[in-house]
């Protein structure tokens, strides 16, 4: 079959069924990279917390999406972050990010927010402001505990095997 002879077949099927640019084929969201840990039994989260949601998770394992678990947040406003996590590395990151753009990332200046660097520190609240730009509409949001040798603040950087991952459905309203 050409070219010319699929392009018609193409449109044929486009016209006999409707499809237009709100069907399915342009309304696929673009998931954040996937990252993967092997190893979360040292370095995890117990909790984390954020505009009337609660994730207590207990290190449940390295990579973990929490589909249930929403948090629904109104641009402008600001949120307190609770986040809990252990580690017994001697070099942690520990890192919130968002994607206030509906881009599909977290690469944006805006998405990324340090909340600990110091294994002291393993219960920190951070103030979540959402920028009054933000789009409105259903994304994600991340967090990520990385131990190890490398500490990047890359939501998709895979160095080290140590250390967990934890999305979470983003709402802006």
Known sequence: MNSITRNIAFLAILLLFGCTKDDFTWNVKKLPCLIT????????????SMAGMTNNTLGTGPNNFYKDKIIKVKKGQAYDLLVN??????AVGVYAYFDWNGDGD????????????NINFTNVTKSITVPSNAVKGEYYARFIVRAGSTISSDPCFENDSYGEVEDYPLVIE
């Open 37 to 48: 840990f092997y190893n979360s039994s040292e370095d995890f989260f117990t909790q984390v």
């Open 85 to 90: 996590f252990q580690t017994t590395s001697p």
């Open 106 to 117: 977290f690469l944006d200046s805006d998405e990324s927010v340090l909340i600990s660097s």
